[in-house]
């Protein structure tokens, strides 16, 4: 078996301004990595389009509306203080979403093992009816629910490892049973969310609040929590928020995190799922926002995603 990776060239033509951080080198760097590597076991798609109906299950409508209203014809658009919207804007937030379902579907097709997709804009910060934290619509979720909705699953797990907790991601999933949803981030921090008293309503939210400055060995320990909740939860599918931005290197946050430390976490993650879903691990790119220490953090990624095959 194989490992996907899906991506679109129509990243390129979200443009968020001069000087924004989640800007279009971030996929650049790492789509140009995997190339000059030439790993033969990777397998490239394109994502596919979809109903909308599929983003009206984890999206307001009307909220889909004002989205789709908002793109501009010329120049550049606010949907909240740091998200950023451009004409090519549109095609990159629907690719983005189309990535995990194509993802979802190549690997519940055996067409790969697991897949990582290679996206922008990001998602986990998109409530169900709020753009937020550079994210639009909110990818990850949208593939549980269509793992939910056309698969039949009834037990997802999302880990997100992202340095900010995903808020929009917790807000969608805080009263459903078939969705565990486990964050580990820094915190006190933006966006304000994710405290350990935040649960669910199924006792299905773990939230791992870090300080800054927490180091590779202190995080890696912490990590055995969420391998824990998992064990407890049994998945029969594992979607990563994969965010790199708790390197240490990162400009946006203060955890210390090295690139082969996202290889640790990668390899952990995938060895259990091996017991509980047959390995069936679709991972999306968050944040990161240093650009050698994004395209060292994915490649390390993905060699785990590759090796567990």
């Given at each position: 078996?194989?490992?996907?990776?899906?991506?679109?060239?129509?990243?390129?033509?979200?443009?968020?301004?001069?000087?924004?951080?989640?800007?279009?080198?971030?996929?650049?760097?790492?789509?140009?990595?995997?190339?000059?590597?030439?790993?033969?076991d990777?397998?490239?798609?394109?994502?596919?389009?979809?109903?909308?109906?599929?983003?009206?299950?984890?999206?307001?409508?009307?909220?889909?509306?004002?989205?789709?209203?908002?793109?501009?014809?010329?120049?550049?658009?606010?949907l909240?203080?740091?998200?950023?919207?451009?004409?090519?804007?549109?095609?990159?937030?629907?690719?983005?979403?189309?990535?995990?379902?194509?993802?979802?579907?190549?690997?519940?097709?055996?067409?790969f093992?697991?897949?990582?997709?290679?996206?922008?804009?990001?998602?986990?910060?998109?409530?169900?009816?709020?753009?937020?934290?550079?994210?639009?619509?909110?990818?990850?979720?949208?593939?549980?629910?269509?793992?939910?909705?056309?698969?039949?699953?009834k037990?997802?797990?999302?880990?997100?490892?992202?340095?900010?907790?995903?808020?929009?991601?917790?807000?969608?999933?805080?009263d459903?049973?078939?969705?565990?949803?486990?964050?580990?981030?820094?915190?006190?921090?933006?966006?304000?969310?994710?405290?350990?008293?935040?649960?669910?309503?199924?006792?299905?939210?773990?939230?791992?609040?870090?300080?800054?400055?927490?180091?590779?060995?202190e995080y890696?320990?912490?990590?055995?929590?969420?391998?824990?909740?998992?064990?407890?939860?049994?998945?029969?599918?594992?979607?990563?928020?994969?965010?790199?931005?708790?390197?240490?290197?990162?400009?946006?946050?203060?955890?210390?995190?090295?690139?082969?430390?996202?290889?640790?976490?990668?390899?952990?993650?995938?060895e259990?799922?091996?017991?509980?879903?047959?390995?069936?691990?679709?991972?999306?790119?968050?944040?990161?926002?240093?650009?050698?220490?994004?395209?060292?953090s994915?490649?390390?990624?993905?060699?785990?995603?590759?090796?567990?095959?």
């Amino acid at each position: 078996m194989k490992t996907g990776l899906i991506t679109s060239d129509t990243y390129q033509n979200h443009n968020t301004g001069d000087g924004h951080p989640e800007k279009i080198d971030r996929v650049t760097v790492v789509i140009d990595n995997f190339k000059k590597l030439d790993n033969k076991d990777l397998v490239w798609k394109k994502p596919s389009k979809f109903d909308r109906s599929l983003l009206e299950i984890t999206h307001n409508s009307d909220y889909i509306n004002f989205v789709e209203k908002s793109f501009p014809e010329k120049g550049l658009s606010f949907l909240d203080g740091d998200t950023i919207i451009s004409p090519g804007s549109k095609d990159a937030t629907s690719d983005a979403v189309g990535s995990i379902i194509t993802a979802i579907d190549g690997v519940q097709n055996k067409d790969f093992k697991n897949a990582f997709c290679a996206v922008r804009p990001p998602g986990h910060h998109a409530e169900k009816n709020k753009a937020m934290g550079f994210c639009i619509y909110n990818n990850v979720a949208v593939g549980a629910n269509y793992l939910i909705n056309k698969y039949k699953l009834k037990k997802i797990a999302i880990i997100d490892f992202d340095v900010h907790h995903g808020n929009g991601t917790q807000d969608i999933f805080y009263d459903n049973e078939k969705v565990l949803y486990i964050s580990t981030h820094q915190y006190p921090y933006y966006p304000g969310s994710g405290t350990n008293d935040e649960k669910g309503k199924h006792n299905n939210i773990l939230n791992i609040p870090l300080p800054a400055g927490t180091t590779s060995e202190e995080y890696l320990n912490a990590y055995e929590f969420v391998l824990n909740k998992i064990k407890e939860f049994k998945p029969e599918f594992i979607l990563l928020s994969a965010g790199f931005d708790a390197h240490k290197d990162d400009p946006l946050a203060q955890l210390q995190l090295e690139s082969k430390d996202f290889y640790s976490i990668t390899k952990r993650t995938l060895e259990l799922s091996k017991q509980y879903c047959d390995g069936k691990v679709v991972s999306i790119l968050e944040g990161g926002y240093d650009l050698q220490a994004l395209q060292e953090s994915t490649e390390m990624h993905v060699k785990a995603l590759l090796e567990f095959n």
